[in-house]
């Protein structure tokens, strides 16, 4: 069976957490194609060339949850060459036998614009911001300010900018407990497939 869940959405909004849910209780394949992003943005040298060249070992480094590698994958997730060098991977993932779930920015515009699920995952950029400070600690007025740099980023390129497809599914979780949001996505996968 090939069956795609895209989740898209901005900087902890839970997709994340959701994706992980849904995968394992559908038995489908996660890919958070943010890792992808973060890698290239953390490994220096020429982006295009790192992209291109990508390997698993360069997505298990321990460093990519940071906010310094959330903001180098933002900065080099403007250029086209480097998004396209990670496009094929990721369609493919998507396509694969046994059901995917992929999230990021652009899976249900541009990776995979016949995902058989599309949701759009949001909160206010307060809740996102308390909600990646209790995770990485520091100054949350910072981290704030980080959030908000990054979504103006990602929505303001001119390449597969963030934003929600037509046909995608809006899920608000400013005020859902994880399990309410998770609980809300599975039952949109559950109905289509039936
Ligand atoms: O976990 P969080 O939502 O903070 O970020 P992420 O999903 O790991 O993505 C890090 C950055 O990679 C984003 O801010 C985007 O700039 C970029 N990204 C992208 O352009 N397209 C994707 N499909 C996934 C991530």
């Known amino acids: 069976m090939i069956f795609t869940v895209a989740i898209d959405g901005p900087a902890a909004a839970g997709k994340g957490t959701i994706s992980r849910a849904v995968a394992e209780r559908f038995g489908f394949a996660h890919l958070d194609t943010g890792s992808l992003y973060r890698a290239v943005g953390v490994m220096g040298g020429d982006p295009v060339a790192a992209a291109r060249g990508l390997t698993p070992d360069d997505l298990a480094r321990d460093d990519l949850r940071s906010l310094v590698a959330g903001q180098a994958a ?26 995917a779930v992929l999230d990021g920015r652009d899976i249900g515009t541009v990776i995979c614009p016949e995902a058989e699920v599309k949701l759009y995952v949001t ?72």
């Open 123 to 194: 909160a206010s950029p307060e809740v996102r911001a308390h909600r990646r400070w209790l995770e990485v600690g520091g100054d949350e007025a910072m981290v704030l300010a980080e959030v908000r740099e990054r979504d103006a980023r990602d929505m303001g390129r001119a390449d597969a900018p963030l934003r929600a497809a037509a046909d995608a599914v809006l899920i608000d979780t400013s005020e859902l407990g994880i399990e309410e949001a998770v609980r809300a996505a599975c039952a949109v996968v559950a109905e289509r497939l039936g």
């Open 74 to 99: 933002s900065r080099v997730a403007v250029i086209p060459e480097v998004r396209a060098a990670l496009l094929e991977f990721q369609r493919r993932f998507a396509r694969r036998e046994g059901g």
